[in-house]
C-alpha cells in the first residue's frame, strides 16, 4: 500500500490489464476463460470478481509479492472453442507505474502501455456459425497427430485468406475471410493452398507422457511479446505477433507437398484426410 501526495491511500496498482480477442471478429471474447500466471505471485482477476476466470476477455494483474519483472501466462478455454495460447512479457516496474505519484511526479505511465491485448484462434469445437466458409481438418505426420500446429491458406493470387491455429490432437478450424485476388463476382468455390507450419526438430525435447499427463500444454509454445513503449505506439498493441499470424519460435514450414483444396463459399469443408506435415 502507499499513498498519493494528498493522503489518498493506493490499495492496488495495476502491473497487467490483459484484453483476449477473438480472431475472427476481433471483439473481446465471450467464451469463459482461465488465465493462470505461471510462477509465484502470478494471479490474475477476471472480470467476474473469481481469480481467473473472466467472460468477457478482460484480466488484471496487479502488483504485489513476487510479482516480479515477467508475467509468463496461459489462457485456455476448457470447451475448446478458443484454441489455448502461453505468453511472455516483461512488466513495468511498481516504481515506474507510480513516478507520476512522486514528489517531485516523474513520467507518467498510461494504463495502455501495461496492456496486453492478444488474439485467439477458433478452436475445434467453435465455429463462426452459418453462412461463413470453413475448412474443419488435422494435421498429422503420417498417422500422428502433429501439435499445436500453425495453418494459412493462400487464394488467388497468393493472397493470405484464412489463417488457423491447431491444437494438441492437431485438429483445426479455419475460416476463409477472403478471395484474394479473384475478380468479382465471386465463384461458388474458392481454391486455396494450406500451408502448416510446426516445430521443428532442434530446440528442447518433447515432454515425455507422464509430463503431458500432468501438464496438456507442457509443449504449448510460449511466445514472446515485447513490452510496450510509453506511451504505447499503435504497433505495440496490434501486431502479427499478438495476432497470432507469426509463427511461434521454433516452428518450421513443412516440406510435404502442399494440399489444394476447393472450397464452397459460405459452407463448411471437412478435409476426410489429415494435412502432412514433415519438418
Known amino acids: 500500500m502507499s499513498a498519493l501526495p494528498g493522503g489518498q491511500r493506493v490499495l492496488h496498482r495495476l502491473a497487467l490489464a490483459l484484453e483476449v480477442r477473438d480472431a475472427l471478429t476481433s471483439r473481446p471474447v465471450t467464451t469463459p476463460l482461465v488465465v493462470r500466471g505461471e510462477g509465484v505471485g502470478r494471479r490474475f482477476v477476471g472480470d467476474d470478481g473469481s481469480g481467473s476466470r473472466g467472460s468477457d476477455g478482460r484480466f488484471l494483474l496487479l502488483f504485489g509479492p513476487h510479482i516480479g519483472d515477467l508475467a509468463d501466462l496461459r489462457i485456455t478455454d476448457a470447451a475448446r472453442r478458443l484454441v489455448p495460447r502461453r505468453l511472455r512479457i516483461p512488466l513495468w516496474s511498481q516504481d515506474d507505474a507510480a513516478a507520476d505519484e512522486q514528489v517531485p511526479p516523474g513520467p507518467h505511465l498510461p494504463a495502455l502501455s501495461r496492456t496486453l491485448r492478444v488474439w ?12 461463413f466458409t470453413v475448412i474443419r481438418g488435422r494435421v498429422a505426420h503420417g498417422s500422428v497427430p502433429v501439435r499445436w500446429p500453425r495453418i494459412a ?5 497468393g493472397i493470405v485468406v484464412g489463417r488457423a491455429h491447431g491444437d494438441e490432437r492437431g485438429e483445426f478450424l479455419l475460416p476463409v475471410t477472403g478471395v484474394g ?12 493452398d494450406l500451408l502448416v507450419h510446426a ?15 500432468l501438464d496438456p500444454l507442457a509443449d504449448l509454445p510460449q511466445e514472446s511479446v515485447p513490452r510496450s513503449s510509453s506511451p504505447p505506439l499503435p504497433a505495440d498493441l496490434d501486431n502479427p505477433l499478438l495476432r497470432g499470424a507469426a509463427p511461434p519460435p521454433g516452428y518450421v514450414p ?19 484426410s489429415p494435412l502432412q506435415f514433415s519438418p
Open 254 to 272: 513443412s516440406t510435404a507437398p502442399v494440399s489444394s483444396v476447393d472450397v464452397p463459399v459460405g459452407d463448411l469443408l471437412l478435409l476426410r
Open 199 to 213: 516445430r521443428g526438430p532442434g530446440g528442447p525435447p518433447p515432454p515425455t507422457e507422464r509430463e503431458l499427463a
Open 120 to 131: 485467439l484462434a477458433p478452436g475445434s469445437a467453435g465455429g463462426p456459425g452459418p453462412g
Open 181 to 192: 485476388t479473384m475478380p468479382p463476382p465471386v465463384l461458388s468455390r474458392i481454391r486455396v
Open 153 to 157: 491458406a493462400l487464394g488467388p493470387g
